[in-house]
């Protein structure tokens, strides 16, 4: 997405599927310095479903599928990193979000639209 800006809250928790492992791990206290951040760097890729905010890692790793794919909802989100990230976000001016804290619920509901088998 363009010409979006997108602000995080400091020490927040979020929901953090690694791709090779097909696990989704909450993952709380996240702030600036942590590793995630090395890699979602603009420009990224983002999606959005209801109040989640959806970020694949941007940077590709050797993998014998170089463009790795994730099912959610129905759709395949593409990922050609190590993870998926899932935030709150709420927008607050047309060109800029806050991402927050992945609520338990919105959790829950991440961990049942993901359509892999070991989550």
Same mark, same amino acid.
């Given at each position: 997405?363009?010409?979006?800006? +997108? ?46 905010? +959806? +970020? ?64």
């Amino acid at each position: 997405m363009d010409d979006v800006s +997108i602000c995080f809250e400091a020490d927040l928790s979020m929901g953090l599927f690694l791709v090779a492992d097909k696990r989704l791990l909450r993952v709380n206290k996240v702030n600036k310095r942590h590793p995630i951040f090395d890699n979602i760097k603009a420009p990224f890729d983002w999606y959005f479903k209801n109040d989640i905010l +959806i +970020i694949p890692d941007p940077v590709p790793i050797a993998r014998v599928n170089w463009h790795d794919q994730v099912p959610f909802l129905g759709q395949n989100l593409e990922c050609p990193g190590e993870f998926v990230a899932f935030f709150h976000y709420e927008q607050k001016r047309v060109d800029g979000l806050i991402a927050s804290s992945l609520t338990l619920p919105e959790y829950d509901y991440v961990k049942s639209a993901l359509a892999v088998d070991n989550v």
